[in-house]
């Protein structure tokens, strides 16, 4: 895909074209992706439930503002009967308000908690300067996050956990989220390999994450300077 607004060598620019070529991300138009725009709630539920596979749900929408025939509805519904993304006391979802740094890595745990995939892994956030304001019920998914290296602090050690995530920003995060679950089923696959002695699917993989590594220690120095 080509975007007016994703130009080759900025940081985000593979992580936008992997998002779209995966399908979990769209442009807001044919010709923007809007890389600075903030993510939406109801955006990130849909990135989230594309990359689980579109599914149906019996569970019934409760949400005075989403209607069950909206584009969105299944994503919602989706997201509610699997415990990743909940409404507010007033019974609503704003799906149209701007996801921050901490919710966004809460959700995307849940996600993980709901795909099996190991969520006690743990980061010291107290070279952060601002570790002190991620809320207490975030506190777990953001030293999380930093433990799996989805997300880091900025270059003067600020996580920005209030701050919003952007399009781009969350393209890069889902990018290392999806990568990290393959690596992590690879490993499995290799410990299979080396009981039998076989050793070669290792040493070729190790060549390629190297290469690989190039592009991810950029998208993760990207998020380092928004």
């Given amino acids: 895909p080509t975007f007016d607004d994703v130009i080759p060598g900025e940081w985000y620019y593979d992580a936008v074209q992997y998002a779209v070529q995966n399908g979990f991300m769209e442009g807001e138009s044919d010709k923007t992706f809007a890389p600075d725009n903030a993510m939406t709630r109801v955006a990130l539920v849909t990135a989230l439930y594309r990359l689980d596979g579109p599914k149906k749900t019996d569970t019934p929408i409760t949400f005075s503002d989403v209607a069950a025939s909206a584009p969105y509805g299944d994503a919602v519904k989706w997201a509610a009967a699997n415990g990743i993304a909940a409404g507010y006391g007033d019974g609503t979802f704003r799906v149209n308000d701007s996801v921050t740094r901490q919710q966004m890595a ?107 590594s190039i592009t991810q220690d950029k998208l993760v120095k990207g998020w380092d300077t928004i």
């Fill in 106 to 212: 809460a959700m995307l745990q849940r996600y993980a908690k709901y795909k099996g995939r190991n969520i006690e892994n743990t980061a010291d956030l107290s070279a952060d300067a601002d570790a002190s304001e991620v809320a207490d019920w975030a506190r777990g998914a953001v030293a999380w996050a930093v433990s799996e290296g989805l997300i880091a602090g900025t270059d003067n050690s600020l996580l920005m956990p209030g701050g919003p995530a952007t399009r781009a920003q969350t393209a890069a995060v889902l990018m290392r989220y999806i990568n990290g679950s393959a690596l992590e089923k690879r490993a499995s696959d290799y410990v299979s390999q080396f009981v039998k002695g076989n050793f070669s699917d290792f040493y070729k993989d190790c060549d390629a994450q190297l290469q690989q």
